[in-house]
């Protein structure tokens, strides 16, 4: 069973950083994508940013420049870099990855909150 814990979330001012890690239990490679999420309570899960087997990477309109995902392979862990962050990106972040045959997993979420 695949696990992905992620870690790194908290309090932070607006404009402020925060790094996200996401563990998984096997090698990152053995995923086709791993990506990032969040989701605001009432709101839909929208993707932030996604990292493929390759190392092609793609942002959302709304963090492009802000937000920099990249990848520890000695470690398994996919990371989000997240600065210059708004009230308005308070929610819970997931990390996703899908291996082959379009298997799912995520992790359990970990909250950002940005408030002064």
């Known amino acids: 069973q695949v696990q992905l814990v992620e870690s790194g979330g908290g309090l932070v001012q607006p404009g402020g950083s925060l790094r996200l890690s996401c563990a998984a239990s096997r090698s990152i490679f053995s995923f086709n994508v791993m990506g990032w999420y969040r989701q605001a309570p009432g709101k839909a899960r929208d993707l932030l940013a996604q990292?493929?087997?390759?190392?092609?990477?793609w942002y959302a309109n709304s963090v492009k420049g802000r937000f920099t995902i990249s990848r520890d392979n000695a470690n398994n862990t996919v990371h989000l870099q997240m600065n210059s962050l708004k009230p308005e990106e308070t929610a819970v972040y997931y990390c996703?990855?899908?291996?082959?045959?379009?298997?799912?997993?995520w992790g359990q979420g970990t909250q950002v909150t940005v408030s002064s």
């Open positions: 996703k990855a899908i291996a082959e045959g379009q298997r799912t997993y």
């Open positions: 990292i493929k087997r390759e190392g092609t990477v």
